[in-house]
């Protein structure tokens, strides 16, 4: 049985409220549990023999139906899989699809570190964090286990990134693993051929394993085989085809695992998927990545096959292509998907300044806090190099118009932030500029404000417009 509310995994805990899980009550402790911001072991009581049988069902009940596997160390490490649904709006996923960018072991070792340092420094700030990339894919093209490790050896230098190592070969696998195995590398790939190599390896360095065949009878034979023998940090490659009809059984394939572990409950297959949208550079490029010829038409094509396992239902994926065309649609997809659904994403309500205000002459506009919103304007107003102060009100992480629609943007709230965010102690002439979508507010809020409100445009991409001919206002000559 599967626990669903607090109140259920709550009749499993102790029920003393001792507070040494740094909470009031065990209810409060069960609901952080479902939360996932908590973890069993953080109730000590549960492992005293009295408690111990209770625990144990407990974690079993909260087991996510897909097992969750870390690949890395520290900080950096990534989880992937450990997800209970089918579809975000069920409840939400809990981690992302991690995007790991591959080199390749033929690279100059030159060109080999600066694509390394390249695909670790990416960032892209996006509604309030910065974006990066997860982990980066060792391929080997050499065929030598040597070159391979040197390759390994020469990443592992330059980047704290987890590490994917790639060969079919498990020679090489065990060099690479020689230089890295301390950082918990994800290996990839055991099939049905070099399994029994691939096992010994992933038991004796203890380190997750990926299994891979397009083929899901064989693909479940071989997670049952390697859980077994005790190796259950596995992912599952159920095969990549870039296009046509094996594009659509990939497709197929995806979502019949994923479904087969949460719908069906079989734990035999119930791990977490891995993607290869880098197959499109089979197709389009040769197949070494290195000197494909790097065509827009693949790399977008690359990106779409991301896009379209990102959204089923793919945990980790090796992705080749870092051309901005396709990583910033790849990982701002991640970013939109991997949201809790539950809660708007938001920011601190509060009174900012953009560039330097002055309190008597610089506009002061209201928005509200859904960071979309808040970053869209405070974005508009910094690159058009307008100084003035955005009062940011609690809209419950509402955009505008569904604030004013819910109330929550309202006359009062927004004398409340006046209040609040002690406004008139900064800025003095008592003139606020409301967003266009809340225009039907401007009468009331001056009653009740006792500011004057004026009406700015709809879409704050036209601010600078509306500065030309509203600010400074009349008032102000
Ligand atoms: S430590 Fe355990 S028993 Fe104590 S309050 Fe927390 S959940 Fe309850």
Redesign the pocket.
């Known amino acids: 049985m599967k626990i669903s509310s607090p109140m259920e995994a709550w009749k499993y805990?102790?029920g003393?409220?001792?507070?040494?899980?740094g909470?009031k009550?065990?209810l409060a402790?069960a609901s952080l549990l479902l939360e996932r911001k908590k973890k069993l072991e953080e109730?000590?009581?549960?492992f005293e023999p009295k408690y111990a049988e209770k625990g144990k069902k407990l974690a079993e009940m909260l087991a996510p139906e897909v097992r969750e596997v870390e690949v890395g160390i520290g900080d950096k490490a990534i989880k992937i899989g450990g997800e209970d649904i089918m579809h975000r709006h069920e409840l939400t996923f809990f981690n992302r699809t991690a995007l790991a960018y591959d080199v390749w072991d033929t690279m100059k070792e030159e060109e080999l570190r600066e694509r390394v340092r390249e695909i670790t420094n990416w960032r892209k700030f996006y509604v309030g964090e910065f974006l990066g990339v997860d982990a980066i894919a060792v391929r080997s093209v050499s065929g030598e286990a040597k070159t391979f490790a040197q390759c390994v050896k020469r990443v592992a230098e330059e980047t704290d990134l987890p590490l994917v190592l790639c060969s079919f070969d498990t020679k090489q696998v065990e060099q690479g693993l020689k230089e890295v195995s301390d950082r918990n590398p994800l290996i990839y790939a055991a099939t049905e051929d070099n399994w029994k190599a691939f096992l010994e390896l992933a038991m004796r360095y203890e380190v997750p394993v990926t299994l891979f065949s397009a083929d899901l009878d064989m693909l479940n034979t071989l997670a049952v085989t390697f859980s077994s023998a005790g190796v259950t940090n596995i992912v599952l490659d159920p095969g990549t085809y870039p296009t046509g009809k094996g594009l659509e059984e990939t497709f197929s394939r995806f979502i019949r695992i994923r479904r087969a572990g949460i719908v069906d409950g079989n734990k035999g297959i119930a791990y977490p998927l891995m993607s290869v949208p880098m197959t499109a550079w089979l197709v389009n490029g040769n197949e070494t990545g290195a000197k494909a010829e790097n065509t827009l038409e693949t790399s977008y094509w690359e990106a779409i096959l991301a896009d379209l396992f990102i959204l089923k239902y793919a945990d980790i994926m090796i992705l080749h292509s870092i051309e901005p065309h396709s990583l910033i649609p790849e990982r701002t997809l991640v970013a939109n998907i991997y949201t809790d659904p539950r809660r708007p994403v938001s920011v601190e309500p509060g009174l900012r300044e953009v560039g330097t205000p002055t309190a008597g002459e610089s506009p002061l506009f209201v928005t509200t806090n859904f960071a979309l919103t808040y970053y869209t304007v405070e974005s508009d107003l910094a690159s058009n190099k307008i100084d003035s102060y955005l009062m940011v009100v609690d809209g419950e992480g509402m955009g505008v118009e569904s604030a004013v629609a819910g109330g929550q943007l309202n006359a009062e709230t927004m004398k409340d932030a006046l209040e609040s965010f002690d406004v008139e102690r900064k800025v003095k002439h008592k003139i606020m500029v409301i967003p266009g979508l809340a225009a039907r507010l401007s009468g009331e809020t001056e009653d009740v404000t006792g500011w004057t409100v004026l009406v700015g445009p709809r879409d704050s991409g036209r601010i600078p417009g509306w500065m030309e001919n509203n600010w400074p206002p009349e008032t102000f000559s």
């Open positions: 805990l102790p003393t409220n001792c507070k040494e899980c909470e009550t065990c402790f109730c000590p009581l549960l």
